[in-house]
Each structure stands twice: as structure tokens, then as C-alpha cells.
């Protein structure tokens, strides 16, 4: 019995772990952390961000590229001409005209290569949008969490009013009790000022933070919430690697970019035999005494620059191959950093949050101790400082942790309806 329940104690963090790494291996939309706009709420802030609104005309301009380029721009060319012909040896008067049709043909298959070409554009838009949604979404965290920060700057100063206003209080008491002197009580009092200062600064950065947000974001609720704990990633660095890169619209740009130039290279290649063009004509000379019906074909000699033109894209087909191999190796060196700084910052807040606990109670015992006359006005103020440096040291490794994290959930499109289609 004492096995069985120790096999199933084992199988429980294994069976978490697995689970955590299916859910990498296939994603699906999380809810929003509570700190971060809810899904919804985010989805239509990237719907209305101006990058995106201009890549999703950008998409349907493609579209209509697309079509243009599936019908291509052969079109049927009308000729006609009049004239009136003289016959000398009779005297005689003729009108004559002639009226003909004519158009190009696609030969060698650049009918379905401009097919392809216009499906590739448009796959480009699509992967332009897929990007401007990222970038906005990437903007977004990164003003949100800013602004967040700054807000916890002004709390944490408006906190230290209290315990220096405390300090003030307790100088003139001990003045008035003799036990201290003007100098002291002047030291307290500039103390204070100097607070109300750092405030005042604090205030200003949380004002000027809130205006950026609601300039970027104008129909965005500003409600200050409380800041999660941190947490580690949940399954294998690799996996989240893999989801990144497949959810990378900077890649698929790449890729696509590429595909692009292959079958502009091919269409080159097919250029290199030129496309005919086809007429049917009919004729009416001396005044209809004569009808004449006919066919043309005309077809251009092609030179060096159909030529030059395939070998310069061949070349570009190895340029768009090279940028995308470019492309992968960043993107991976800079999963492989953020990875490392979800890690480390991570384990920077718990040891700021361990100096932070310290440093509170420090402040309090040294606080009880000046009022009781049991150390100077100098460890005061040394041991308040040093709970202030923790404080915000805390704070911004909260945030710094937070922001790591939440960057691969947005990289990764785990949140704010990101996942491709």
C-alpha cells in the first residue's frame, strides 16, 4: 500500500510536468494574467491599433493584387485604320478600311506562376498583419507594465511620507524632552523634505507613463491592479523555443520573402521564351470590291537582358535564403536570452523580496529604538534609506520578472488572441 501511494505521489509533479509540455507542443489561448488586460479587452486595442488597421488594407490591397495577377495584363488591343486610295490609270476613288483584333498570350506556364505570385503577396500581407498585431501587442505590455511600475514608484514614496513625517514627529518630541537638539530636529525636517521631493518626482513619472498609455491606447480602462506573483515557466525551455519560432511572423515574412523570390525567379526563367501575340483581321479595299480575313502573330526576338534579368534573380533567391537563415538565427539567440532572463529574474526578485522583508523590519526596530532614545537620528535615517533602496529594488524586480514572462506568453501568442489562423 505504502508503494502504491508513493508511486502515485511520484507520478503526480511527472504527470503536471508532461501536461505543461503538451500544452507548449500544442498551444491553446490562455486567459490573461490578472495584471494584464483581459483578452478581450486587449484583442480590440490591437484591432484598432493604427500599424494594424494599415496592414489590414494592406492585406486587402494584396487580395486585389492577387486577382490582378491571376487575370493578368494581357488585354485584347483594337486596331483600325481608314484611307482612300486613287487609281490613276481610271481616275476612280476607293474607301478602304481595315479593323483587327489582338492579345498576348502567357505561354510556358507564367499563367500559374502569376497565380502563385499573387497567392505568395498576399500570404505576405497576411504575415505583415500577423506581425503588426505582434509589435502592438509587444507595445502594449511593455507601456502597461511601465506604467505599473511607475505607479508602484509613487506608492512606495507615498508610504515613506508616513515613516518620515514618524522620524519628525519623534525628533521634536525628544527636542522638547531635551534629550535632542535643533540640529536633529532640522535633519528630520529636511528629511522630510527630501521625501516629498522624491514623490513629487515619482508622481510625475506615473503621470507622464499614463499619458503615453493613453495616447497609444486612448480607449484603454487605466485601473491599477494588484501585481501577481511571479512564476516559472511551466515545461521545457525547448518547447517554448519551438512554439516561438513557430508562431514568429518574422520568420514567415523571411520564408515568405523567399518563396517570392523562387517564383519570380522561375517566372524569369519562363520569360526567356516570349509570349506571342495572336490578331485576327479583316480588310475592305476598293470600296468593297475586294474583302480580305486574316490572322498575325508577332513574337519579340529575346536578347541579353531576358538573360540578365533570370541570373539577377537567382541571385535574389540566394540573398532571400541567406535572410532567412539570418532571421532564424536571431530569433533563437533572442529566445534563448529572454528564456535566460525569465530564469534569473526570477530568482533576482525572491532575493529582492528576502532584502525587502529585512529591511522593513529593520526600519521598524531602529524607528522604536530613536523613539526611546536607544540610537541616533543618522541610523535612523540609514536604516530607512536602506528599506527605501529594498523597496524599490523589490518592485522593480517584480516587474522586471513579470515582464519576462509575460514577453514569452506574447511571443509565444498563449495570450490576447495572437495564435495564427
Excluded at 55 to 81: I, M, S, Y
Excluded at 219 to 246: C, F, H, Y
Excluded at 332 to 344: K, Q, T, Y
Amino acid at each position: 500500500m505504502m508503494m502504491r501511494m508513493y508511486g502515485i505521489a511520484l507520478a503526480g509533479p511527472l504527470l503536471m510536468s508532461l501536461l505543461a509540455s503538451v500544452c507548449i507542443a500544442q498551444p491553446v489561448q490562455q486567459p490573461a494574467p490578472p495584471d494584464l488586460p483581459a483578452n478581450e479587452i486587449a484583442q480590440l486595442l490591437l484591432t484598432d491599433d493604427p500599424s494594424v488597421v494599415q496592414a489590414r488594407h494592406a492585406l486587402e490591397a494584396a487580395r486585389h493584387r492577387a486577382v490582378g495577377l491571376t487575370a493578368g495584363n494581357q488585354e485584347w488591343v483594337a486596331r483600325g485604320t481608314a484611307q482612300r486610295r486613287r487609281d490613276r490609270g481610271n481616275g476612280a476613288d476607293f474607301n478602304e478600311w481595315t479593323f483587327g483584333l489582338e492579345r498576348a498570350i502567357r505561354v510556358g506556364g507564367k499563367a500559374g506562376l502569376d497565380r502563385q505570385l499573387g497567392e505568395a503577396h498576399e500570404r505576405m500581407a497576411a504575415a505583415k498583419l500577423g506581425e503588426a498585431r505582434h509589435e502592438a501587442a509587444r507595445e502594449l505590455l511593455a507601456q502597461w507594465l511601465d506604467w505599473l511600475a511607475a505607479e508602484r514608484t509613487r506608492q512606495l514614496w507615498t508610504e515613506q511620507i508616513a515613516f518620515a513625517q514618524d522620524n519628525l514627529k519623534a525628533a521634536s518630541t525628544r527636542r522638547k524632552a531635551g534629550d535632542a537638539s535643533k540640529l536633529e530636529e532640522n535633519a528630520a525636517q529636511a528629511d522630510l523634505a527630501e521625501v516629498q521631493r522624491q514623490l513629487s518626482t515619482a508622481a510625475n513619472g506615473e503621470s507622464k507613463a499614463r499619458a503615453r498609455l493613453r495616447a497609444h491606447f486612448p480607449t484603454l480602462a487605466l485601473q491599477v491592479p494588484p501585481l501577481s506573483e511571479p512564476l516559472a515557466l511551466n515545461g521545457d525551455p525547448g518547447a517554448w523555443r519551438e512554439q516561438i519560432l513557430k508562431e514568429s511572423d518574422e520568420l514567415r515574412i523571411a520564408k515568405e520573402e523567399l518563396r517570392q523570390a523562387e517564383l519570380l525567379a522561375a517566372r524569369s526563367r519562363a520569360d526567356r521564351i516570349p509570349d506571342p501575340t495572336l490578331g485576327v483581321h479583316t480588310s475592305s479595299e476598293r470600296s468593297g470590291a475586294e474583302r480580305i480575313v486574316g490572322v498575325t502573330l508577332s513574337m519579340p526576338i529575346g536578347g541579353v537582358a531576358r538573360g540578365a534579368h533570370e541570373r539577377e534573380a537567382l541571385q535574389q533567391v540566394e540573398a532571400a535564403r541567406a535572410a532567412v537563415e539570418r532571421k532564424q538565427r536571431e530569433l533563437e539567440a533572442e529566445i534563448a536570452a529572454n528564456l535566460a532572463d525569465a530564469a534569473g529574474s526570477l530568482e533576482r526578485w525572491r532575493f529582492a523580496d528576502q532584502a525587502l522583508a529585512a529591511g522593513r523590519d529593520n526600519t521598524q526596530l531602529t524607528q522604536r529604538a530613536y523613539s526611546l532614545g536607544e540610537a541616533d537620528l543618522q541610523t535612523l535615517f540609514l536604516a530607512r534609506r536602506q528599506s527605501v533602496d529594498a523597496a524599490l529594488g523589490a518592485a522593480q524586480a517584480r516587474i522586471d520578472a513579470l515582464r519576462a514572462r509575460y514577453r514569452l506568453l506574447v511571443d509565444a501568442h498563449l495570450i490576447w488572441g495572437l495564435e495564427h489562423d
